[in-house]
Structure formats: structure tokens, C-alpha cells
């Protein structure tokens, strides 16, 4: 424990459930005010950027809004941001970005404001890098000593180093030996590259040497023939630590030492330029993070160390010189100077905890306790814990922490759906015979038709509750399920547990058919046709829909029609003939609830009269272009739904622009013409209004084509099922593939979802060979999910998937562990692609 603490200079809490790490912090004159000041860029996993410019928090009045220049939201995560001269013929500095598969840099502009606002900091793109690998970290420098401007180096997460001059790339090449990636940084006095291997050694590799070594494509295509120009790629000089390095730095203050830091997981090591160990520190505590920082005395070098027991200690070489107190542990330390004061420590944590502080004379009273040093009594001990095992065997014994699994639960859920509407709907549903409504005689949308009862019997007691509840339809289209799950959760207390283990009941229910749709008129003529095999005579299907035989035109039973609310009529015709059921409709989804409720009462009917040889199946051909409009529909829905974003946003910004504009004309003192600003105000404004109103009414679409594709989708894998005649676990992971989300997001859609699982499908259980399966194992990473330009290749994925089920390809997710992947596969890289 310190006997000081660090002195809160200025600090805040950077979100909520953001992560950052070491490289997520980076301090510098990043707006080139040119005032020397710096300012605080710090970059978080959940792609945040902010950027701040601190003040004294006791003589800021604004709070975090004063101090936050930025604040810039991005869809991929940032692994690390640094500020350097990353653009040629231009000696500003700029900000490079890390991301898992882009580098990009930026340009921080400031503009002064023309009202109390303050000044306005735009962020705006300079060029950018699409990365083939997954990226782990990267380091910058003036390599090859050409000097003005400074070039980046980016470690993959396979160890290929890649070297960007500003806007081009220039080569890659693998480390020798790679299995993980660790801490890479640039020696400028050197020219060298300094990394920890795997092998837990510290490696140095000069850049000339990478420049001439062997092409890095050589790996990545192992059958071209090798080539012949190029030098293998070896380390200059290597030196064997023993241990995982934590972070290396190179700090360049003076002519007089030329130092290499290395932090370990317990020692910290001083390098000379040649490898040679300068001097080394063993630490009596798990480290976090370090910085080396300029020193008065010359020959020497002070460093910053932050450990595990929220610690940060001053060392100078190897001698601890002060130790201050920090409210939580750092994971990337800096230093910084600001208008107000210089030499402040910028410090920040996983949680985004960001503290600039300095070293006071703030003291902590605590006292470390003294400890008893007389020698243990042997005997003792062991009596003592022969004497603790009994306890914990009496303990054991009688009661545990977690209530013991029963035979009967101390609470029961038990579900009754009645089969009839409540009276409000049925008085609305007599009231709606009578008007005249394009719908026919069905209820409205918003009608409460069922009435549901939970049951649960009370712990202890034996009395039960009742819990009645009403489902309705929320929307004028049927929804693509009828089944619901009721979760109840409730306290078992024990003895060593008082207030109770949390537990969770749940049990299932189906919605009646009636809830959807009515009964009507068949219809002759129809666009999309389904047709049903079994094996057993027909059946009346005035006895399976008893609820709608009533009022059914047919008393044959051959034939029985239904209307949903939407206005879609699905007809069902019996053969008098064969045992084919046929299932028509202009509406492909609407077919989906139908044909679903006709296959389960089908099971139900006859497994009451005892047959146990039941069959049913589809002889196809599988309707999949009726299949592919669902899909079209969707994805133009989603397309019209990005226009909309973008045109809105074009339109915030220049309504934001005009009354800027404007207020600067109203707050001069000399008044001068509007030249029709405000003419352009109101049409810019009604254009705004405009476009939330069709983004408003195309997101409401968009949510019922994602129903209509939920039950086509539900639909086909039906069909699927019925057709190749597949188990229940074969099923599930069918529908899993095709139906891999509930709802739609501005982030993830349906379309790359479902084409990313049916794609791995396809490399996977359902490959054609062996080979390819085990290849497509060993081959990790991919592109970032988002919005396709087109659909042509998930329908052509599908079809594929179609076509290897019904070539006997197998779905099972335990082909994919039992596959043995050659040793050839093992060595492969990740291609990435």
C-alpha cells in the first residue's frame, strides 16, 4: 500500500461497457494548434474515438462536454491509435486507426466558432488500407532513415509484418518461427524492428533485411515452386527472456543513452542497441504496463510502472524513487503537457476509466497490520484442520448452498390456452359481420381473441394462483409463429442461503389458428401450389378444423379455405382419389401457417387411432423462386432503408449549417439581408420532415417483410424436411442456418447471416470431400458482415445447400470435430479473405 496517492488532476468514465487495452491511448498535438499542448486520443473495442482536451476539473464549470473535442463512432473495433507525420509532402500531424482488417488515417481540424458554442473539430479521412489479415498491433518510425515523414509497420495475427508508406503499400514479410503475435516496436538508432517470439526471446530484425528477404506470397501459396531471389529472413540478434513480454519501448531523449526497455511478466530488462543487458529488475508483483520518460541525471532513465494492486511507481534504472496510489489498474500510461500544467501522467483503464493526475503529497492512513513471525506448531495445524474437515463433512451432509433437486419442484407451471375467443372479441367479432369491410367477416387486427391461464403453485404451501392473461394480433399481417414461451421466475431460499438461489420456470404454449385468419370461400385460381403425400386414406378436414367446419360451404370435407386478416386465402383440397392434400394461395408466406397446423394435426389425428406407420412427405420440385421474391422483397426494403439514412443525414447537416448561418446574422450588431436563408431554412426543414416520415414508413415495411420472409423461410424448411425425410436434430439445424436472427438491426441483417451460416454449411458437414472440409476448418477470419450489394450470391448458396441435401448430404454438427485435419492443412496460414 502507498503511502501517497495520485493527485486527480482531471478524470472521466468513457462509456459503459467499453474495453480498452494498450494501444487505446495516445497523446500528442493531434489538431497541430501549434501551441505545443497536447491532447488525449483514446479509442475503445466498441469503435469509439474520442479526443479530449483536459482541464483543471476544479476550474472547469462545463464537465466532460468543455473537455471532449470528438467524439466519433466506428463500425468496426479499434485496436490501437498513434499520432504521427503518416501523410507525405505534409509535416502535420495526422491520426492512424488500427482496426481488425483497415488502417485508416485521418486529419483533426479545428474551427473557430461564430457563437458561444465553442470551437467545432471535424475529423475527416486522408486515405486508407484494407488489410488481408487480421491485425494485431502496429508500430510507425522514419524507416530506412528517410526522414520528414513517418511509415507504418502492421503485425498480423499469423505474423506477417506489413509496411505502409503513407498511401501505398510497400511489402510483407513472416516472421520465422511464428505461432503468436507479442509487442512490436521501431528502433530509429538502429533501423531495426524489435519483437518477442513465441519462443519467449526478444528478436531484432533489421529493415533492410526484411526489405530483401524472400516475397511473403511464398507462404501463402505453398504449391508455386520456391523462389530463387531473396535472402532467408533471420534476426540480427536475439536474446532469451523466459518469459512473455508484456511491452517493449525505445525511448529516444538524449544523445547520451541509447536504452531498450523490455516489461515481463516479472523482470524488467535495460537492453544496450546490440542486445547486450544493460541491467535488470526483478519485480515483486504482477505488472500492467509501463513508460520510460526523460530523467534529470544524466545516464539514467526514470520509468512509470502501473501494476495489479492499483499501484504506480516512479523507478530510476532499478532504484524505486516513488510510489502513488490510483483508483483502479492501468493498462496504458503516458505523459502530457497541458495549457495549466506540464508533465501530467495520462493514464486509463480496461474500463475506460480515464485519469490525468499527478505526484502529490496526498497521504493514505492505512497501516499495514504487523504480522506474527513465531514458527508454525505443526501438530497444531493439523489438528486444526482435521478439526475444519469435520465441519465441512457435517456441512456437506446435511445441507448445501444450492437447493437439492427433488423429485416433485417446489413450483410447477402448467399453460391452458382455451380454445374460444374472450367476450370483448366475440361482441366485436358479431359487430364486424355487419360492416362492410374489404376483409369479409373476420375480426380486426387489434381484437383480443385468446385468453391464456398460467398456473403455479405457491413453495411450501400447496396452494396454487391463477394468472389470467389476453393474446392479440398487434399488426394487419399474420405473424410468422403462433408459439410463445412463459418464463416465471421465482427464490428458493436454503439454510446457508437465506434470501433464496434464483431459479427460472419455463414452459410453452400455441395460439390457436383462429387468432390469424377465418374461414372462407376456396379459390379456383392461385399462383403458388403445394402438394402433400401420405400414406393412409384421406381425411375429412371438417373433422381436423373442427373450429372452422362450421361455417365451411363443403360438407364433403374435401375442401376448406382460410382468410387472414391481410386478405390472403389459402385453400386446402383433399383428393377423393389418392392420398394428396394440396395447398394453394396467390400469397407464398401465408401458405406457411397453414401448412404447418394441417401437418400437426395430421400427426395428432392418427396418432389417436393408433397408427403408428404414419408418413407424409413432398415430392418437390422445392418452390425456391417463390422462395427468392420473399428474399428480393426484403433485401430492397433494406437498401431503401440505408438511402434513407444517408439522405438524412445529408440534409441534418446542412439544416445545422443554415442556422448557423443564421444565428450569426441575428447576433450581428449590424443588420444585414438574410439573402432567402430563411426561405431555405423551411425547405430544407420540410425535406427533413419528408424523408423521416418515408424512412418511418419504409422501416414499418421492412419489419413486415422480415415476417413474410420468416414464415417463407419456416415454409421451406418444412418442405426441406418433408422432402428428404430429415430428423428433428436435422431440422433444427436447417432452420438454425436459414433462420439465424429474430429481427432485423442497422448492424446485422438477415441476408449476410444467413449467407455466412449456409456458406459454412457448405465447407463443412455438406462438402464434397473430406479435404475440403478439414481445409475450410483450419482456415479462420473473414470479412466484417454487412450489407451485400446484391442477393445473387446467397441465392445461389441456397440452391447449392438444396441441392447437396438432396444428393444425401448430411447435417450434423459432429462431422465437423471427428474430421482429422492433414498435416498439411495445420501448417496453412489463415488466409483471411
Sequence with gaps: ??????????????????????GCLCVG??????????KVVVGSYMGMLRIFSPHNSKSSEG?????????????????QVEVGKFVSCSELLHLAVLHPRKLSVYSVSGTAGNVEHGDQYQLKLVYEHNLQRTACNMTYGTFGGVTGHHSLCIQSMDGMLMFFEQDSYSFGRFLPGFLLPGPLVYNPRTDTFLTVSSARQLECYKYETLAVATDAESRQDPDLPLKTGGKRLMPDWSLVLGEHALDISVPFFSHSSFHIFVLGERNLYCLRDNGQIRLMKKLEFNPSCFLPYTSVTDGTTNL???NHTNMLLVYQDVTLKWAAQLPFVPVALRVANFPELKGVVVSLSSDGHLLCSYMGTDPSF????????????YEQVDAEMKKLQKFIREASRTQDILPKTDAEEDMSVKVSVFPNMDSPSLWCFCQGRGSESSLGPSPSFFFKLLLSNVYFLS?????????????FLNGHYPPADLTGDISVSYSSPTELNPKGVPRVLQS??????????????????TKFKI???????????????????????DKDGNSLAFQFLSGAVVTVLASKTSQRYRIQSDSFENMWLVVKELVQRFDQHFSKLGIKDFKKSFSGPMPLQEYFLAVDHHFQLRVSAQQYQDLLSERAIQFRAIQRRLLTRFKDKTPAPLQNLDTLLDATYSQVISLAEAAEENQALLQEAFVQLRSSTHLLVLLLSLWQNLTPDQTSILEATLLPLLQDTPQLGWEESCDAAVSHLLRSCLSRSPKDQATSLAQTGGPVLGLPRDTVRLKKHITLLCDRIAKGGRLTLASEANVQVPAQVQNLAAPGE
Design 29 to 38: 498535438d493531434v489538431d497541430n494548434s501549434g501551441s505545443g499542448h497536447d
Design 531 to 553: 402438394t402433400v403425400d401420405t400414406n393412409q386414406p384421406p381425411v375429412d378436414l371438417n373433422s381436423i378444423f373442427k373450429e372452422f367446419s362450421a361455417q365451411s360451404e
Design 366 to 377: 492505512f497501516s499495514t497490520p504487523k504480522v506474527d513471525a513465531r514458527e508454525a506448531d
Design 459 to 471: 413453495p411450501g404451501v400447496g396452494s396454487s394462483r391463477v394468472v389470467a392473461f389476453s393474446a
Design 508 to 525: 410453452r404454449f400455441s395460439l390457436p389458428l383462429a387468432l390469424v385468419c377465418v374461414q372462407s370461400s376456396p379459390a379456383k385460381t
Design 63 to 79: 464537465g466532460l462536454a468543455d473537455v471532449q473535442l470528438l467524439e466519433v463512432q466506428f463500425q468496426n473495433a479499434i485496436i
Design 1 to 22: 500500500m502507498s503511502l501517497f496517492k495520485a493527485r486527480d488532476w482531471w478524470s472521466a468514465a468513457l462509456g459503459e461497457g467499453e474495453e480498452f487495452d494498450q
Design 304 to 306: 512509470l510502472l502501473g
